[in-house]
């Protein structure tokens, strides 16, 4: 190379270092191949050549020094040589790390006890020789005292380095498993299961004693009174694909977690209260006092802290996230489904409100429609009705006129006056209709019309009162037939026939309590029940009723014995007879003879008795009788 080519080296000023006093001290936990390999260098399990291509495990140009650092740190890992470490890495070294380097922090009693006595079997003085003050073995006698006492290796768990950092809030999603896992992992350690206190009261619950209510009491109001779940473990925290029921049951044990740490002794530095070191009782319960109210601010920030945790990583979980767009979108699917439903519903009912009121509107036209025609046809019927009363009043005057044209006598015999005259065509005009009246009127024109006239007016008249006959008889039979089931049921409710006693004490209570005072037959009734003292005392509705029967039996048996014997009915075949012969014999032929023929036709009835049942019958239609 030529002095032209050479590269030109320029010196810069030195560099600004800080003041040794301002340099800030970081922890750094050491990790990765250079350490892993740095190690086992220091603790002799390979030379420097181990990874060269010279060597012989790596023969065929394969780097293994990866593996070779994982196996030289998981199984052929070597203790800490405390006696040949400096003062200052011994004070890095934590508890579990003095009595035995791959001590886990959760280890048991019985493995810290075990720890304890290889670290003694090589650091002992007796094996060193190095006297009893030696700081390594006075080091390893600390560790297995703290760790060996459960209040105490609590306290001492609690004061080891514990990041306490969460993740902040807006963390990405594809990133969120990364970033919350760890962090779930690490708070891990002070969980339930992981108290050094469990082992101790399982113990304790195995010896045989039994709680009592007071205990329980107590138990429930050191844990505020709330009934925590209990977990064995803490479910997995998964990932992407994890079913949403794990993911429940994990958010679960971290919402109700409780944590065993105990912050006493880094309460006792913050306060710098000592109280191995109090003057006084009063002052160390002063002391006590301070460190318990600060351990009570830690615990209450330390859960502050976990559930803060638990609500950022809940707002920034994906898959909690996509349920709860799920139930959104399933919400408003329903929402959106009951109002489409609500809908229809109202539209349907709208549909079939409409429908019923065409309906209903088409048959009320339809029902005035009818009753128009009818009332119309009514009309027409009554018009027709009146012009031929009008029309047949006319022509029978006319012809009773031209019959007797001099006097208003009847001259043919067919009326006896001209009243008698009005009273059949006012009958005739009650009872038959227009068309009835019609045929009548044309009948007048003929020269037996009168006569016509006057047969059909007596026909009409006998069957008007015959069928008032039968209305009435009707009546009274229906009228009977109800009294008889009354009397039956009467009888059949009537109590015991009535003693002689209680008929006695029935006059005397009547004269007792006569008529117009309060609750007249109550008395009466009252006076015959204790009077009599019958088993079946007798209520006023039977006093009165038996009063009645007492009263009205005189009265009724006057009434048949002074009755006459009325004459003998008419049956309905003598009324038809009767009318027979009225149609056979008109009024045109002479009385007494016409009289005489009609009783010859009716059996067991006498002249004057036809004639009497004729009047009987006229005079009931001349007053309007139905």
Avoid at 194 to 204: S, W
Avoid at 221 to 245: A, I, M, Q, V, Y
Avoid at 370 to 378: D, M, R, V
Wanted: net charge neutral; proline share 3%; with cysteine.
């Amino acid at each position: 190379m030529s002095d032209a080519d050479s590269p030109i080296i320029t010196f810069n000023s030195t560099l600004d270092w800080p003041a040794e006093d301002e340099l800030e001290e970081v922890e750094v936990q050491c990790a990765g191949r250079a350490y892993l390999a740095y190690e086992s260098r220091l603790l002799n399990l390979r030379d420097f050549l181990h990874s060269s291509s010279f060597h012989a495990n790596n023969v065929n140009g394969v780097d293994s020094s990866a593996a070779d650092a994982s196996a030289a740190s998981d199984e052929s890992m070597k203790e800490y040589d405390l006696l040949n470490m400096s003062e200052k890495k011994l004070a890095k070294l934590n508890y579990y790390q003095v009595l035995q380097r791959k001590l886990p922090m959760h280890s048991s009693t019985e493995d810290i006890r075990k720890a304890y006595h290889k670290a003694c079997l090589k650091y002992h003085p007796d094996k060193t020789g190095r006297g009893e003050e030696d700081a390594v073995f006075l080091l390893v006698k600390t560790a297995f005292d703290t760790l060996s006492d459960p209040m105490k290796r609590r306290s001492y768990d609690s004061t080891c380095h514990f990041d306490e950092s969460i993740p902040p809030e807006g963390v990405e999603e594809q990133d969120f498993y990364t970033v919350y896992g760890p962090v779930f992992e690490r708070n891990l350690r002070f969980a339930s299961f992981n108290d050094p206190m469990r082992n101790v009261k399982v113990e304790a619950a195995s010896g045989g004693k039994k709680k009592g209510k007071n205990n329980k009491k107590k138990n429930n109001k050191n844990n505020g009174g709330k009934d925590n779940k209990k977990f064995d473990k803490c479910p997995p925290f998964g990932d992407d694909d994890t079913p949403l029921e794990q993911v429940h049951s994990f958010y679960e044990f971290w919402v109700h977690f409780e944590s065993w740490r105990d912050f006493s002794l880094k309460a006792e530095k913050e306060t710098d209260h000592d109280l191995e070191a109090a003057d006084s009782r009063d002052e160390k319960r002063w002391m006590k006092q301070e460190i318990d109210r600060k351990v009570k601010k830690m615990k209450k920030e330390e859960m502050a802290r976990i559930n803060l945790l638990v609500e950022r990583a809940m707002a920034a979980d994906p898959r909690l996230s996509r349920e709860k767009k799920r139930e959104k979108l399933e919400k408003e699917r329903q929402v959106e489904a009951k109002r489409k439903a609500e809908e229809e519903k109202a539209e349907a009912e709208r549909l079939a409100k409409e429908k019923q009121e065409a309906e209903d509107a088409k048959k009320k036209a339809e029902e005035d429609a009818k009753k128009k025609n009818a009332k119309q046809l009514k009309e027409q019927e009554k018009k027709q009705l009146r012009k031929a009363k009008q029309q047949f009043r006319k022509l029978t005057m006319a012809a009773y006129q031209a019959a007797s044209p001099n006097d208003s006598s009847d001259s043919d015999g067919v009326w006896d006056d001209m009243e008698k005259m009005n009273d059949d065509v006012e009958l005739l005009c009650e009872k038959l209709s227009a068309l009835e009246l019609d045929s009548l009127s044309e009948a007048l024109g003929c020269p037996d019309g009168l006569a016509e006239v006057r047969q059909v007016a007596i026909e009409t008249a006998a069957g008007a009162e015959r069928q008032s006959l039968l209305a009435v008889e009707a009546r009274n039979r229906a009228r009977k037939e109800a009294n008889d089931k009354q009397k039956e049921a009467k009888l059949a409710n009537t109590s015991a026939p009535w003693t002689k006693d209680e008929l006695a004490a029935l006059s005397k209570a009547i004269k007792k309590y006569p008529a117009g005072g309060a609750a007249r037959w109550d008395a009466i009734a009252s006076f015959i029940n204790n009077l009599c003292k019958q088993e079946e005392p007798r209520t006023k509705e039977e006093c009165i009723e038996k009063y009645n029967q007492i009263a009205s039996a005189p009265a009724a048996k006057d009434a048949s014995d002074s009755q006459a014997p009325d004459d003998k009915a008419w049956t309905e075949k003598e009324d038809n007879l009767l009318q027979d012969m009225l149609r056979k014999y008109p009024a045109t032929l002479e009385k007494n003879e016409r009289w005489k023929s009609i009783a010859e036709g009716v059996s067991g009835r006498s002249k004057k008795e036809c004639v009497e049942r004729f009047k009987a019958i006229r005079e009931a239609v001349k007053k309007g009788k139905n």
